[in-house]
């Protein structure tokens, strides 16, 4: 037998060890997936580089020394800052990570002023911030899973769910199963959340995730899929994931390991040199491979995320009586005590309840759903039209017909505009006051001569609804809104 088949049989055969001394290790392991997670996701944007390259640079740092809790905060940091600058619509995970990373932020600063050595401590920390991570990544998919519940989903003609499996390339879903794949999206995100919430059906949630999020990456949404992958180690006993660290490491040719070792020896050159391959790559060589860089941009991250979460499934198989169905394992506790991380929890329920609520209909957790809560055109199912009680969806719908401006001309078009609430018209043409646009407003006919002069579209918008009144265009029928 080899040294290495032993030392995998031997951290295989190993008995279940306490909770405690596994917590390090838990850390770990999710501060490495949440990490590759991130460098997935900025590979699949289309950031500019200063925006994309912090976080990217952050993520190897943790990647380097991933048992640092202070690379693991700074590197929330600049998830948070990728946000902030693409509000008022950053996409949907975009948020969910910006409300993570604001809450854990401000709660972790607090904790490092008055309980350092806890806020240092990798073990410690996990104990804290996988109770709040978990309960927020169920709530997440409680509010995703309801938004889709809605008429519009479930149109044969227009659903999401056929247009986000055609995606994938070579798949055509014949119209007779259009309704099978309707109602098999919406049982798994359904089910995704009811698994995660409960002890004893938590293996089955990663099972049914796995699938999930290949189909999703390979449908072209790598970066969420990437990043979300990485919560799921949250839910899995720490013994799995500590032991996963020895198992994993034999699975690796003996050249990757090398490297690996090599990389980890000379962490501030690796930082450095991985920094500006990404720089050289992504935004100097896919940008010249003209008609491909889409091609490049997108097949470059699937294939990472794939290979990911394909290296962490064999792993997880190898470790599989420690965590099936079965198992007696210690308990993954969603209870959150903090009055700031409670909050957050508060916060990411409202951005998720804010298109019901009449706020918005960007980046609220409602993606590729068809859900529609504006005034006139009101769908979800489960959710009663009186609970709408903010007036920012109100005032009538924008159809724009021409402008003089062309860059306003390119963002409308790219706004792939049909129809668009008023409030997100104003914020659309609120950089350009000095352009003439001709629009309609309700089907009637109107000149904005200039932007600023008309009464309609030149009226300021508040701060809050600049910053969080993001609404997306919309059309009748026949299409995924997305």
């Not at 088949?5 to 917590?23: M, S």
């Not at 199963?177 to 059906?201: C, D, N, Q, W, Y």
Request: net charge neutral; proline share 8%.
């Amino acid at each position: 037998m080899t040294q290495t088949q032993l030392v995998r049989l031997t951290a295989i055969a190993q008995p279940e060890p306490e909770y405690k001394p596994y917590r390090s290790s838990a850390f770990t392991v999710f501060a490495v997936a949440l990490a590759v997670g991130a460098i997935v996701h900025e590979w699949n944007s289309t950031w500019t580089p200063w925006v994309a390259v912090p976080v990217t640079v952050a993520a190897l740092a943790v990647l380097v020394k991933p048992s640092s809790t202070v690379r693991f905060m700074v590197l929330t940091a600049a998830l948070v800052a990728e946000c902030v600058r693409q509000m008022p619509d950053p996409v949907n995970h975009q948020i969910l990570l910006g409300l993570l990373g604001v809450t854990l932020g401000l709660w972790w600063l607090g904790l490092l002023a008055t309980r350092p050595r806890v806020a240092l401590d990798p073990g410690l920390l996990y104990d804290r911030i996988a109770p709040f991570l978990r309960l927020a990544f169920i709530l997440m998919w409680v509010l995703a899973a309801l938004a889709k519940v809605n008429a519009g989903f479930l149109d044969t003609a227009s659903t999401c769910a056929v247009w986000i499996v055609e995606s994938i390339p070579l798949v055509t879903v014949p119209a007779m199963v259009v309704p099978a794949v309707i109602a098999g999206t919406l049982a798994m995100e359904l089910s995704l959340p009811i698994l995660l919430a409960f002890h004893r059906t938590r293996p089955y949630a990663v099972m049914v995730a796995l699938p999930f999020h290949a189909l999703s990456a390979l449908a072209g949404h790598s970066w969420f899929s990437g990043l979300a992958w990485a919560f799921y180690a949250l839910f899995l006993p720490p013994v799995v994931l500590a032991r996963g660290l020895a198992v994993g490491r034999t699975v690796l040719p003996a050249w990757l390991r090398r490297g690996l070792d090599g990389a980890l020896a000379r962490p501030w050159t690796t930082v450095v040199v991985g920094g500006l391959a990404y720089v050289v790559g992504h935004d100097v060589v896919v940008p010249a491979l003209g008609p491909w860089d889409g091609g490049a941009r997108h097949w470059g991250a699937v294939v990472v995320c794939l290979t990911w979460m394909g290296f962490t499934s064999v792993v997880l198989w190898w470790l599989r009586h420690l965590w099936f169905p079965g198992v007696r394992r210690p308990r993954a506790t969603l209870r959150v005590g903090h009055p700031v991380l409670v909050l957050g929890l508060v916060a990411l329920v409202l951005n998720g309840a804010s298109p019901y609520l009449g706020l918005k209909t960007e980046a609220a957790f409602t993606m590729f759903s068809n859900i529609r809560t504006e005034p006139g055109h009101w769908n979800p199912l489960l959710v009663p039209e009186s609970v709408r009680v903010v007036g920012w969806l109100e005032g009538g719908d924008v159809r724009f017909t021409g402008t003089d401006d062309p860059v306003l001309a390119a963002e409308i078009a790219d706004d792939e505009s049909g129809s668009i609430v008023l409030m997100g018209a104003r914020r659309l043409v609120s950089e350009h006051p000095e352009a003439t646009v001709s629009y309609t407003l309700d089907g009637v006919p109107r000149v904005a001569a200039p932007v600023a002069a008309d009464p309609v579209l030149g009226r300021p918008l508040s701060l809050l609804e600049e910053w969080f009144g993001a609404t997306r265009p919309y059309t009748e029928g026949g299409t995924c809104q997305h």
